[in-house]
């Protein structure tokens, strides 16, 4: 005998009775990224501890951290590798 597999159908996301490309682009946050916006606060998600990037560098508070020593740290591995990455990212927006 051979099994039934069961699978769930994509939901009618644009509410026009069938499931389309419109839909399945939907349900991937594709609509909202056309109209400018972003699917998500992903810089707001990304940065949990403001100033944790400074502390381990030994930066002072309100000073920049030098680019020299925020290249060498997006180099190491672990959380202050991610972290000057992603000041690194950010500094780009900035421009």
């Known amino acids: ?5 069961v699978t769930k159908k994509f939901p009618d996301l644009t509410g026009d009775g069938k499931v ?3 839909d399945i682009l939907k ?3 594709v609509g909202e990224m056309k109209k400018g916006g972003s699917t998500s606060k ?3 998600k990304a940065v949990t501890k403001p100033g944790a990037l400074k502390k381990a560098l030994g ?3 309100g000073e920049k ?9 997006a180099k190491a591995p672990g959380k202050m590798g991610q972290r000057a990455r992603l ?4 500094r780009k927006l900035g421009k």
């Open 27 to 29: 349900g991937r946050g």
């Open 42 to 44: 992903w810089i707001q």
């Open 59 to 61: 930066v002072k508070k």
């Open 1 to 5: 005998m051979a099994e039934v597999i």
């Open 65 to 73: 951290i030098p680019a020299g020593k925020l290249a060498k740290a």
């Open 20 to 22: 389309t490309q419109a």
């Open 87 to 90: 000041a690194q990212t950010l």
